[in-house]
């Protein structure tokens, strides 16, 4: 981050113009000054000053002041790339669906506003400093760029040390990166592989590179190095849209959680053993990185590789580190240094490298090929793949494989253990609890913090006993994540002792939405906090904060409907419901929302067409399909709720709600026969419904 100069202006500002979807906006200079004429946030064009630069390579962008204090970055970038590489010229972050004005993708919308989204990775020790009251920002940075204290921590205590000439104690830092001290390496003639000396007892390189290199939500101001990431962020898991089922990353995720998965990780590779974090260049080149531990004459041969020596093909990263192109043209390398597995696209729809190069070829080709070359059996690190992809397509034996996942001390824990008890929550029952209890008392942060994850489909009094020593766990996600599990446990039940426990702890978790008050999914988790705590003046005060945040954030307005239910007043929620409709007419949640607002109200009809309207809308949700059968049941069209509740089993051939549904209407309907193969069915995943099996088949004759 640079403030706008010609010195650090790489973009033509000469009158340059570039036209999207029907707008084309000009860049100029004025007074010495940097100016793109566009759409603002009316949607009108606007002359708008350029205040800072954000980049160098491979794009650059442009971050714009506004009054309130936002520093907005403009969705048009300059291509820093040379022109014989396509680069040198102006083109648009979001080139298929263009943002207009009023989206929170907008150049001027909530999702661009660089105080919230950008400002903590590109500069040192900031300071968003927003007021919620004001709805206005004062940030702040004691360097603008990413300087040694980013890392490195307050450097006070080391220049003086430095000043003294070193001869005293240790150099002052913060914390010391020492996990490569006195390590050496040994080959494994066996394997070509190098072996760690001792094993890493910590991850405090990761740890601090995560700060920025993962994806994750800032839950604290502070973040001191030598801290674990879960004081001051909360990373995201292998979730849909994020990761492909085996890990790869799909969606922008940076590094953390990709490497953290790798064989390279678990074996005591530390970031800066191929990063030098100070010149921000590898090691060493090319394929040198990969050869510091790997011999070339295991590796570094066509009877590995199976291309020619010197195509592109034969580059270690080429197989072992899929690149995904993000921002239109930043290529990025997963670190996951993963084995091909064609195979696994083939079970499983996966990408994989062989595939990333021969376009032209399929996933069963690519198979074929590997099996010719290594023989018909795999031995990936990844093991993961077959439960999460279970979990994802909704089938049968997901609940059984996440379990086994869930338990698993070979597989990494952010793949294995954390992201299985994580999904585990939409699959209840016996050994998804266990799972969690076991997963509670795991030595990771982030597994203790999934596995409470797991526990939210439970009553509140059954999560109690397994939980509640969270509550003062000395990570501040997983104290945070606790307390919002044990919010609602009624404190009349508990010791003095337990409620202080609570107590501080929901402190912790208000502090952590209070961080990020600038966002409508922080304000709306405090209001639903509020709303279960009946302080409902609080709850309304921080709906209406989000929807003023982000009028398009939907579940702000369910929220509300139901605080307006809470008090009896549905009349007020259906108006909320409707409100929203208007802006996002084919949003199939507020549709269900306001079926099930209309229920309460006894209005029936008008009520199942709502719901209809859900279902329709998303038949990927069972829930919608579920709601809208049990609707239809009720008013006497059970043959058409049957036919539902069968189709959305096939989507969804695990959801025992749909299964249960299913057994008890075609019992009430004497169908017997029909009622036992789906009681069959929901037993085969969830034990607990053995006693209905033995019923049904108590009231049919002998066969």
């Known amino acids: 981050m640079a403030e706008a100069n010609e010195k650090t202006v790489l973009g033509n500002f000469a009158g340059a113009t570039f036209t999207q979807d029907g707008i084309t906006s000009r860049f100029f200079r004025r007074d010495g000054k940097y100016f793109v004429n566009t759409d603002g946030p009316d949607g009108k064009l606007a002359d708008f000053e350029i205040r800072y630069t954000f980049g160098v390579d491979p794009l650059q962008q442009y971050l714009i002041a506004f009054p309130d204090g936002r520093l907005q970055a403009l969705g048009i970038a300059w291509d820093a790339r040379p022109q014989v590489l396509g680069g040198q010229r102006w083109f648009h972050l979001y080139p298929k669906d263009t943002p207009k004005a009023g989206s929170p993708l907008h150049w001027t919308g909530l999702d661009q506003t660089w105080n919230f989204q950008c400002a903590e990775c590109h500069s040192t020790e900031l300071r968003k400093n927003y007021d919620a009251a004001k709805n206005t920002y004062a940030t702040t940075w004691a360097e603008i760029n990413v300087g040694c204290e980013a890392c490195h921590g307050p450097g006070s205590a080391h220049l003086a040390w430095a000043k003294s000439g070193g001869q005293h104690g240790d150099n002052g830092l913060t914390v010391q990166f020492d996990e490569r001290r006195n390590v050496h390496w040994s080959l494994d003639p066996a394997s070509g592989t190098v072996v760690r000396s001792t094993p890493r007892t910590s991850a405090k390189e990761l740890e601090t590179c995560g700060v920025c290199h993962a994806r994750s939500t800032k839950i604290a101001e502070t973040w001191r190095p030598g801290d674990s990431l879960l004081q001051s962020h909360m990373p995201a898991l292998l979730q849909p849209g994020l990761f492909e089922v085996d890990g790869k990353m799909q969606d922008e995720v940076y590094n953390y ?72 043209v930043d290529p990025r390398h997963d670190h996951g240094f993963r084995i091909p597995r064609p195979d696994e696209s083939v079970r499983f ?92 008392t795991d030595a990771d942060p982030l597994v203790r913090l999934a596995a409470l994850r797991t526990l939210q489909s439970y009553p509140v009094e059954q999560s109690w006993p397994l939980a509640n020593r969270l509550l003062g766990d000395p990570v501040l996600a997983v104290r945070s994540e606790a307390a919002s599990l044990l919010a609602a446990m009624p404190t009349d039940r508990l010791s003095a002792d337990d409620r202080s426990r609570l107590a501080a702890a929901l402190d912790d978790f208000i502090k952590v939405q209070r961080v990020n008050a600038d966002r409508p999914e922080h304000r709306l988790n405090l209001g639903n906090l509020f709303q279960q705590q009946q302080r409902f003046a609080e709850a309304e005060a921080e709906y ?58 006894r209005r029936t009809a008008d009520a199942v067409a709502e719901l209809a309207q859900a279902a329709r809308i998303d038949p990927a949700d069972a829930r919608f399909a579920y709601v809208y059968a049990i609707a239809l049941n009720s008013v006497g069209r059970t043959k058409e ?12 051939p695990a959801d025992r709600d749909t299964l249960l549904a299913l057994t008890t209407l075609n019992r009430d309907a004497g169908q017997l026969d029909a009622a036992l193969g789906w009681a069959e069915k929901l037993a085969a995943i969830d034990p607990t419904a053995a006693p209905l099996v033995a019923q049904l088949r108590q009231k049919l004759p002998p066969r």
Not at 306 to 320: I, K
Not at 368 to 373: G, K, M, S
Not at 641 to 648: C, D, G, T, Y
């Open 349 to 440: 729809g996966t990408s994989n490298t062989c595939n990333d190069c021969h376009t032209d070829k399929d996933a069963a080709w690519a198979a074929a090929a590997v099996v010719r070359w290594y023989g018909p059996q795999r031995k990936g690190f990844q093991t993961w793949t077959e439960a999460l992809a279970a979990e994802h397509a909704g089938s049968a034996n997901a609940a059984m494989l996440l379990a086994r996942l869930a338990n698993s001390e070979q597989a990494p824990s952010i793949a294995g253990r954390a992201t299985a008890l994580e999904d585990l929550a939409m699959y209840p029952g016996r050994d998804a609890a266990a799972a969690a209890q076991r997963g509670l």
């Open 641 to 652: 709720a049957v036919q539902i509740l069968e189709a959305s089993n096939i989507r969804h």
């Open 544 to 601: 209406l904060a989000a929807r003023s945040l982000d009028p398009t954030f939907i579940p702000t307005y369910i929220s509300f409907a139901q605080l307006r239910a809470q008090q009896g007043r549905d009349s007020d929620g259906e108006r909320i419901l409707r409100e929203a409709l208007v802006r996002l007419p084919e949003d199939a949640a507020l549709h269900h929302a306001l079926g099930l607002n209309l229920v309460r109200q």
């Open 257 to 328: 959680a990709s490497f953290r998965q790798s064989r390279m990780f678990a074996a005591g590779v530390s970031c800066s053993d191929c990063h030098n974090p100070h010149s921000l260049k590898l090691v060493a080149d090319g394929d040198g990185v990969c050869l510091q531990c790997h011999t070339g004459d295991t590796f570094a041969t066509t009877a590995h590789h199976h291309h020619p020596v010197t195509s592109p093909g034969a580059r270690c990263v080429a197989c072992h580190m899929s690149v995904r192109t993000y921002m239109i």
